[in-house]
């Protein structure tokens, strides 16, 4: 097999072969999906002390099936006062967004389908990463406008919430992704993952692991690791949807296939988000080691093995999340993205940029100059992290009495409260006792 030049395999591909990749694919997410949702429910079961699906089929396999099928027949209806227009358009663009960036990601590399050499990659851009960035962004239109045209307050906050979480979130993991793109010297996935087949070679010693990025830039991976817990709504970070607060936040109004949409958009952008970040990281459908170091099961169909083994696990480690952690408060969830990933992303490619500048140099002294300023970015990215938390304030004193209405609502004193008016008696139980009273 003779491999083509990526920037023309893709044009040379018949358009029944595009065609067929885009039904796999759109077939494969369908199916995927209905296994996360009850790989979801059997790991959650497991790490809760219980079972989870265990009827319908063995192991309750077919439990996610049954559960599709009832909201694709179950009666829908549109609330009074709606745009019916905006409700109705606002999950097709949640589903649309999350299957448009499988286009670009590799699920293999080059192999021979019908006497044609392809890759097994819909197509390929220059700026592909940046394409799934964008179609994730447009996907939290779908979020807001359902929000917006249900004509409900719970559904709007949760729109807001969808939003405000965007502009945070999406700005960190843009950042994130930078040190990635110089270090790789190109946006297009297909070579991301080429360059991470290289073998480490530290001091010039050539070492059979792999150049995941996840091991070169370890800082961009933990932003990006959170920023997709954000960007899927998965716990802590599913403050658009609380259940406690907001009923079902945008989706509220929405029932039957409708619903089932957004269950489906959210379950696929979450394997999307899994897809691009084992891409980008963890070498994509490059075989792991020591598996890459037997060349003929580390290329053409069994790229699908590990793209698809690797994507499992980071899935695996969102679930795992969802069921660990506690949801943070708003204040707490706008502030880790303002505050902590977006700095540290600066911060980050700052160090990056001159690690490259002083790699590439040949200059003695400024390449000396180079380090010099990259043990100062990193002495003040480790301070600034360790110690500039800002010291716990000491609590407000409590009033000495305690006014019940002063909101305009009734709540109930704190502890070492007292209300106004209110004597305070004290009980000599020994006196009471003496005196025959029951105490």
Known sequence: MTPLDSSTIYAADPWWIALIKVVVIFTLQLLWCLFNVWFMRRVLGKMQNRKGPIMNSPGGLLQAIGDGMKLLFKETFVPENTDKVVYNLAPIIAG?????????????????????????????????????????????????????????SYSLLGGLRASAQMISYEVAMGLSLVAVFMTAGSMSTSEIVEKQAAHIAPFGVDIPLPGWYALLLIPSLCVYFISILAESNTPPFDLTEAEQELVSGYATEYNGFRYGTYYLAEFIHMATLSALCVTLFFGGYRAPFPFNMIESIDRGWWGLL??????????????????????????????????????????WTVFVTFLLAARNTDSQTTRFVLWGIMAVVALALVSWLFLGAPAAEDPEPLPETFDAFAGGYPVPPLPGETLPGTPTVVRDLDAEIKNGVDA
Not at 103 to 126: K, N, S, Y
Not at 329 to 334: E, H, L, T, V
């Open 96 to 152: 649309m967004c999350a299957f448009a960036p499988w286009a670009v990601i590799p699920l293999g590399g080059e192999v021979t389908m019908f006497g044609h050499v392809t890759r097994l990659q819909v197509t390929d851009l220059p700026v592909a990463v940046l394409f799934t960035l964008a179609t994730g962004s447009m996907a939290i239109y779908g979020l807001v406008l359902a929000g917006w045209s249900s004509n409900n």
């Open 306 to 347: 590990w793209f698809f083994l690797k994507t499992q696990i980071m899935i695996f480690c969102l679930i795992w999340c969802r069921g660990a952690l506690p949801r943070f408060r708003y204040d707490q969830f706008m502030g880790i993205g303002w505050k902590r990933l977006i700095p540290v992303s600066l911060i």
